[in-house]
């Protein structure tokens, strides 16, 4: 018979064990922060490189992907120990990556010599160096894998790559310096965000994964001047319902409806705002918020701020374990 007591260590151990982690990239301190999607409460914080900012999971969730910017590399960690494993080759100064689906390839954005990097995960080799515009940054593949997205920032372009054989076979001219792309889960529609355009370029794409520019939505929020609403990170509802845009200095995150594609909210967060990820059950919306050092969560449903926690310097991006 087990002891009342030994009971609970064991419950707790195994809750512990499966409880969800959000991991947020510090820019300027250098490290990883830990929250636990529960309880929001702060579990760890570790050395990321220098310059930690584009930051993804593997698939399965046991793997922590971290682009150290300075350091020309990405580091890879253990998301259950945060012990790091081993580095992967990414290209001068990695900014943003995606990931396939299966876990194999990174696709990586290196702003400094502007190139997207194939990197296979499995073997640690290159597979194929991607010329595109002036300072790649934002990076997103469709839901079929078929393509891969990259923003130039300088360019104002998004690159349409074929994952087949990493040749760009579309250009959409968007607004100055795009920052973020995100399809809508069924593949049918691109988001992608422009910084100092400040505008969110909506781009329908056909069935042959054509891509044609449909409209592009601003922003207007009372007593904000225009020029501090920078849309940079976006995460659209897993039924495309709702489109989510942080607005930088602006301090907002603006909600979207996916159907009529007007601004319908203005969620007030922390100061300078810039990327977010959903958990699993899309309940909350965690935001990084630069200049406040601190992420805000947000509740979907209600479309309001619950919750504000203090991570690490200059937070940048952030990354949630899957179910």
Known sequence: MIRPLLTATLCLAASGAFAGKAFVSNERGNTITVLDTETWEVLEEF??????????????????YVCASDDDTVRVFDTASYEELYTLPSGPDPELFVIHPSGNPLYTANEDDNLVTVTDTETHSILAEVPVGVEPEGMAISPDTKWVVNTSETTNMAHFISTEDYEIKHN????????YAEYT????????????????????????????????IGFDVPGVLPEWLQPVGIKTTQDGSRVFVALGPA????????????VIDYIMVGQRVWQMAFTPDEKFLVTTNGNSNDVTVIDVEKEEAIKSVQ???????VAITPN
């Open 251 to 262: 301090n907002r995150v603006a909600v979207i409806d996916g159907e009529s594609l007007e």
């Open 47 to 64: 050395p990321g490189g220098n310059r930690p900012r584009g930051i993804t999971l593997s698939p399965d969730g046991t793997l922590l």
């Open 311 to 317: 991570v690490g310097q200059q937070p940048w991006g």
């Open 172 to 179: 959409v001219l968007v607004d100055q310096r795009p920052r």
């Open 185 to 216: 889960a069924d593949g049918t529609r691109l988001y992608v965000s422009a910084e100092i355009g400040g505008t969110v370029s909506v781009i329908d794409i056909a069935e042959d994964g054509t891509p044609s520019l449909r409209q592009k």
